[in-house]
T-cell receptor, first 115, second 111 residues
Framework: EAQVTQNPRYLITVTGKKLTVTCSQNMNHEYMSWYRQDPGLGLRQIYYSMNVEVTDKGDVPEGYKVSRKEKRNFPLILESPSPNQTSLYFC??????????????FGPGTRLTVT | KQEVTQIPAALSVPEGENLVLNCSFTDSAIYNLQWFRQDPGKGLTSLLLIQSSQREQTSGRLNASLDKSSGRSTLYIAASQPGDSATYLCAVINQGGKLIFGQGTELSVKP
């Protein structure tokens, strides 16, 4: 089944404790992206990647890191999480614009709470 | 900077009504526009994608239109059902892959 998977689905952690949220897709998509969703602020793009070893900042990259060492995986890293990073996080993938439509396929989400 | 606005923020209709959700964007240099549905606490389900060269797309009871020059898209839902109750989101994406979402319209269809 074609899908985007995220792990963990739920995470409660403490301020300053490094964490990684994994994202993996099995559709051979070049493009992958991370978003956060907050009440009243909607969905905002954190980082995106057009291909392996290529990443770009979205609208809210502060406090996050990403890496794209292989096509199927795009982990989101919080080096020193803070309570304002408590949010619902989504990963998405799509075929690229030049050979596709950038149609976004979303993962199920990761609910992160930082205390 | 691209801004995406969805009006209304919330909508309540009786079952069976036809309805229109609106999405407007400030920069017409978009690559495509995508409509999503989100149920409470759940992920996003893609409904329709319109490429910048297209005027509309249809899927079942859903029809989405795009007018790039005026910066508008509409999602038309025919014969609404209680199962259509959800939040509907539009998102525009530019050539470089940057994606901006609207705030969404929360739809409630009453039996």
């Amino acid at each position: 089944e074609a899908q985007v998977t995220q792990n963990p689905r739920y995470l409660i952690t403490v301020t300053g404790k490094k964490l990684t949220v994994t994202c993996s897709q099995n559709m051979n998509h070049e493009y992958m992206s991370w978003y956060r969703q907050d009440p009243g602020l909607g969905l905002r793009q954190i980082y995106y990647s057009m291909n392996v070893e290529v990443t770009d900042k979205g609208d809210v990259p502060e406090g996050y890191k990403v890496s794209r060492k292989e096509k199927r995986n795009f982990p989101l890293i919080l080096e020193s999480p803070s309570p304002n990073q408590t949010s619902l996080y989504f990963c998405a993938s799509s075929p690229p614009g030049d050979r596709g439509t950038y149609e976004q396929y979303f993962g199920p989400g990761t609910r992160l709470t930082v205390t | 900077k691209q801004e995406v606005t969805q009006i209304p923020a919330a909508l309540s209709v009786p079952e069976g009504e036809n309805l229109v959700l609106n999405c407007s964007f400030t920069d017409s240099a978009i690559y495509n526009l995508q409509w999503f549905r989100q149920d409470p606490g759940k992920g996003l389900t893609s409904l329709l994608l319109i490429q910048s060269s297209q005027r509309e797309q249809t899927s079942g009871r859903l029809n989405a239109s795009l007018d790039k020059s005026s910066g508008r898209s509409t999602l038309y839902i025919a014969a609404s059902q209680p199962g259509d109750s959800a939040t509907y989101l539009c998102a525009v994406i530019n050539q470089g892959g940057k994606l901006i979402f609207g705030q969404g319209t929360e739809l409630s269809v009453k039996p």
